[in-house]
């Protein structure tokens, strides 16, 4: 089930990352499980909570910005580094939250959102046999960067439902073989904001063991009441720390693409080596667009975040209704919900069922975990709640037939 067609040609170095689920196997290119389910929910007409974009537009100023970036010429190739405004923007935007001194000339690296600035820093730092530690469940995109780079994923489980980080397995995970601890704050899928007892023990194994920290922080604004610490601010991080962020999700402009990272200038630069040959620079009207978004006041941002939170509740209370167990999450775009209750134990196989049987789309979190180790998350499926609550009042009401339903 790919929305892809198969590669002609594939090259034998293609073919060593099956492990990452780059490819089918019937060597075709596996489409990664957002564009699979999206497309899944586009055939059948069922209601998309799979892939984690917004139905509605975000702030009007925003929108507005790009239009008028595209009328005043804005389009041809900005610098490779980011277009100035964006950078002082960013810089600015790490200060005002956080406290945070960035130096927007050499310390800020604009990317074709946070995928790229990910990829380059794995690119950049990770050698054939380096080490990089990940909680899991990870986003996709991490296990497949990590075997490009020709690294080993090393992983410390969080288990639902409430996720907690055991130190001594994080403590574990990391050894002088640890090139990278690859942090994901909000969390993805979990929603899980990370205290500040492992933010700091993250810090000391990557001083202890000499290792960078890459730190994900895109739904850093959409937190709903735990606060967002990026781990740049824990003692003794800034120097080895390269922070990653986006537009997308803060603005809900998550097809713009306009990332960045924030990092000190050796580690901007070694990573700005690998990007200027990805991508070069993307987006040009969209960079001040972003940096006007940045720009806005307080409110815009705690906002948008009051306004999920509500949807998630919309969402939660409709699949505990529905009879899923929910680990209601700190942050983030979705739910995890288990269907071991319902009777499901596959979440995989209920997703490629869930539009039939209920008219809507989900993701199973196997697909955020290394094929070894899918049996602890194998009931388990994320639901975004990142719609309008039309949208989820009518997905609730179409997931409750689950439980009464024929299966
Ligand atoms: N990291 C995480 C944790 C994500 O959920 C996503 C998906 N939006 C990304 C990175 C990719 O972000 P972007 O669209 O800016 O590349
Ligand atoms: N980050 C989005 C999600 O987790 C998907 C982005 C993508 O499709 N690559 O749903």
Redesign the pocket.
């Known amino acids: 089930m790919s929305d892809f067609s198969p590669a002609p040609g594939l090259r034998p170095w293609q073919r060593t990352a099956a492990g990452a689920g780059l490819l089918a196997d019937d060597g075709s290119i596996a489409a990664t499980i957002f564009a699979e389910m999206s497309a899944l929910a586009q055939r059948t007409g069922a209601i998309n909570l799979g892939q984690?974009f917004p139905d509605e537009d975000g702030p009007a100023e925003v929108l507005e910005a790009a239009r008028q970036a595209i009328a005043d010429g804005v389009n041809q190739y900005p610098p490779g580094i980011g277009s100035p405004v964006l950078r002082e923007a960013i810089a600015e935007h790490q200060a005002r939250w956080y406290g945070l001194d960035v130096d927007a000339a050499s310390e800020v690296l604009v990317t074709?959102?946070?995928?790229?600035?990910?990829a380059a820093a794995i690119l950049a730092h990770v050698d054939t046999g380096d080490e990089v530690v990940t909680f899991e469940p990870s986003?996709d995109?991490y296990a497949a960067l990590i075997a490009r780079a020709g690294g080993v994923h090393r992983t410390v489980p969080l288990r639902f439902p409430d996720w907690h980080v055991d130190l001594d397995e994080l403590e574990a995970a990391v050894t002088d073989r640890t090139r990278m601890i690859l942090v994901?704050s909000p969390?993805?899928p979990t929603g899980t904001v990370l205290g500040d007892e492992v933010l700091e023990r993250i810090v000391d194994l990557a001083v202890r063991h000499d290792a960078l920290i890459v730190t994900?922080e895109?739904?850093e604004h959409l937190t709903f009441g735990t606060a967002h610490r990026p781990i740049a601010t824990i003692p003794g991080a800034r120097e080895r720390t390269i922070t990653?962020s986006?537009?997308?999700?803060t603005f809900s402009t998550?097809g713009w693409?306009?990332?960045w990272l924030t990092a000190p200038a050796d580690l901007v630069t070694s990573v700005l080596a690998v990007k200027q040959y990805l991508t070069y620079v993307n987006g040009a009207p969209f960079q001040p667009a972003v940096a006007t978004g940045l720009g806005l006041p307080d409110a815009v941002f705690t906002d948008a975040a009051a306004a999920l939170r509500g949807k998630r509740d919309v969402l939660a209370a409709g699949l505990e209704a529905a009879g899923f167990t929910v680990s209601l999450p700190d942050a983030?775009?979705f739910i995890v919900a288990d269907a071991a209750p319902l009777g499901y134990d596959d979440g995989a196989a209920l997703c490629r069922e869930l539009p039939d049987r209920a008219g809507v789309v989900g993701v199973p979190v196997s697909a955020f975990v290394h094929a070894d180790r899918q049996h602890a998350v194998r009931s388990l499926v994320r639901f975004a709640f990142c719609k309008r609550r039309d949208v989820l009042e009518e997905a609730s009401s179409r997931l409750a037939r689950l439980g009464s339903g024929s299966r």
């Not at 074709?112 to 990910?118: M, R, S, V």
């Open positions: 984690g074709a959102g946070a995928t790229e600035a990910l986003y995109a994901n969390h993805n994900d895109v739904y990653i986006s537009g997308g999700k998550t693409k306009i990332g983030g775009y």
